[in-house]
Protein backbone atom coordinates (compact mmCIF):
# COMPACT_ATOMS: atom_id res chain seq x y z
CA UNK A 1 0.00 0.00 0.00
CA UNK A 2 2.85 2.45 0.46
CA UNK A 3 4.09 1.54 -2.90
CA UNK A 4 1.17 2.60 -4.43
CA UNK A 5 0.97 5.91 -2.61
CA UNK A 6 4.35 6.94 -3.02
CA UNK A 7 2.96 6.13 -7.19
CA UNK A 8 0.14 7.67 -6.91
CA UNK A 9 2.13 11.13 -5.32
CA UNK A 10 4.62 10.63 -7.60
CA UNK A 11 2.11 10.70 -10.94
CA UNK A 12 0.26 13.81 -9.21
CA UNK A 13 2.94 15.46 -8.57
CA UNK A 14 4.76 15.13 -12.77
CA UNK A 15 0.83 15.77 -13.57
CA UNK A 16 0.78 19.08 -11.75
CA UNK A 17 3.71 20.11 -13.12
CA UNK A 18 3.11 19.59 -16.41
CA UNK A 19 0.00 21.40 -16.51
CA UNK A 20 0.85 24.43 -14.72
CA UNK A 21 3.78 25.23 -17.30
CA UNK A 22 3.91 28.72 -18.60
CA UNK A 23 2.27 29.81 -22.21
CA UNK A 24 4.07 32.77 -23.59
CA UNK A 25 2.14 34.44 -25.60
CA UNK A 26 2.42 37.98 -27.54
CA UNK A 27 0.90 40.88 -25.84
CA UNK A 28 -2.59 41.85 -26.98
CA UNK A 29 -2.17 43.57 -29.67
CA UNK A 30 1.21 42.38 -31.10
CA UNK A 31 1.70 40.89 -34.83
CA UNK A 32 4.63 40.54 -36.37
CA UNK A 33 3.00 38.91 -39.25
CA UNK A 34 3.60 39.09 -43.26
CA UNK A 35 1.18 37.92 -45.58
CA UNK A 36 1.91 38.46 -49.57
CA UNK A 37 -0.70 37.82 -51.91
CA UNK A 38 -1.19 38.89 -55.73
CA UNK A 39 -4.68 40.42 -54.46
CA UNK A 40 -5.23 43.70 -53.36
CA UNK A 41 -7.17 44.21 -50.31
CA UNK A 42 -10.29 46.06 -50.49
CA UNK A 43 -10.60 49.93 -48.95
CA UNK A 44 -10.58 49.92 -45.21
CA UNK A 45 -14.40 49.72 -43.88
CA UNK A 46 -15.79 52.52 -41.82
CA UNK A 47 -15.59 52.11 -38.41
CA UNK A 48 -17.66 54.00 -35.53
CA UNK A 49 -14.99 54.94 -32.92
CA UNK A 50 -17.22 55.33 -29.88
CA UNK A 51 -15.97 56.30 -26.45
CA UNK A 52 -12.84 55.58 -25.00
CA UNK A 53 -13.47 52.84 -21.92
CA UNK A 54 -10.84 55.25 -19.92
CA UNK A 55 -8.74 58.08 -20.32
CA UNK A 56 -5.46 57.72 -22.46
CA UNK A 57 -6.64 54.75 -24.33
CA UNK A 58 -5.96 54.57 -27.94
CA UNK A 59 -8.07 53.64 -30.67
CA UNK A 60 -6.45 50.57 -33.03
CA UNK A 61 -8.18 50.95 -36.34
CA UNK A 62 -9.65 48.12 -38.08
CA UNK A 63 -7.57 45.97 -40.71
CA UNK A 64 -7.83 43.66 -43.69
CA UNK A 65 -5.93 40.79 -43.24
CA UNK A 66 -5.15 37.57 -45.89
CA UNK A 67 -6.56 34.80 -44.12
CA UNK A 68 -8.07 31.12 -45.73
CA UNK A 69 -6.81 32.28 -49.41
CA UNK A 70 -9.17 35.24 -48.77
CA UNK A 71 -9.03 39.28 -47.29
CA UNK A 72 -11.17 39.34 -43.82
CA UNK A 73 -11.95 42.30 -41.87
CA UNK A 74 -10.55 42.71 -37.99
CA UNK A 75 -12.53 45.55 -36.73
CA UNK A 76 -10.82 48.26 -34.55
CA UNK A 77 -10.17 48.61 -30.81
CA UNK A 78 -9.36 50.48 -27.80
CA UNK A 79 -6.39 49.46 -25.67
CA UNK A 80 -4.08 51.32 -22.77
CA UNK A 81 -1.52 52.94 -23.82
CA UNK A 82 1.78 51.32 -23.32
CA UNK A 83 4.17 53.49 -21.76
CA UNK A 84 7.36 54.15 -24.11
CA UNK A 85 5.73 52.67 -26.94
CA UNK A 86 3.75 53.88 -30.12
CA UNK A 87 1.79 51.86 -32.19
CA UNK A 88 2.29 51.39 -35.96
CA UNK A 89 -0.68 50.36 -37.66
CA UNK A 90 -1.34 47.95 -40.03
CA UNK A 91 0.11 48.63 -43.67
CA UNK A 92 -0.27 46.91 -47.22
CA UNK A 93 2.18 47.38 -49.91
CA UNK A 94 2.71 46.64 -53.49
CA UNK A 95 5.78 45.65 -54.78
CA UNK A 96 5.54 44.49 -58.17
CA UNK A 97 1.97 42.76 -58.58
CA UNK A 98 2.64 41.07 -55.07
CA UNK A 99 0.68 42.87 -52.02
CA UNK A 100 2.73 42.25 -48.92
CA UNK A 101 1.28 43.01 -45.20
CA UNK A 102 2.78 43.71 -41.92
CA UNK A 103 0.73 43.50 -38.86
CA UNK A 104 0.14 46.29 -36.45
CA UNK A 105 2.52 46.15 -33.62
CA UNK A 106 3.71 48.31 -30.18
CA UNK A 107 7.78 49.96 -30.90
CA UNK A 108 9.87 51.76 -28.51
CA UNK A 109 9.33 55.55 -28.92
CA UNK A 110 12.22 56.92 -30.83
CA UNK A 111 12.94 54.07 -32.92
CA UNK A 112 11.57 55.21 -36.09
CA UNK A 113 13.68 58.55 -35.17
CA UNK A 114 17.09 56.26 -34.49
CA UNK A 115 16.54 53.87 -37.78
CA UNK A 116 15.97 57.14 -39.43
CA UNK A 117 19.52 58.86 -37.81
CA UNK A 118 20.99 55.64 -39.70
CA UNK A 119 19.84 55.70 -42.64
CA UNK A 120 20.95 59.50 -43.37
CA UNK A 121 24.36 59.27 -42.14
CA UNK A 122 24.94 56.47 -44.41
CA UNK A 123 23.36 58.56 -47.16
CA UNK A 124 25.92 61.16 -46.60
CA UNK A 125 28.96 58.79 -46.69
Do not use: K
Amino acid sequence: MNFNFARVAVASALLGAALSGCVLVPAPGYYADVAVTNVAPPAPQYEVVGVAPAPGYIWIGGAWFWEGGRHVWHPGRWEAPRPGYRWVPHTWRREGDRWHMQGGRWEHEGREERHQERHEEREHR
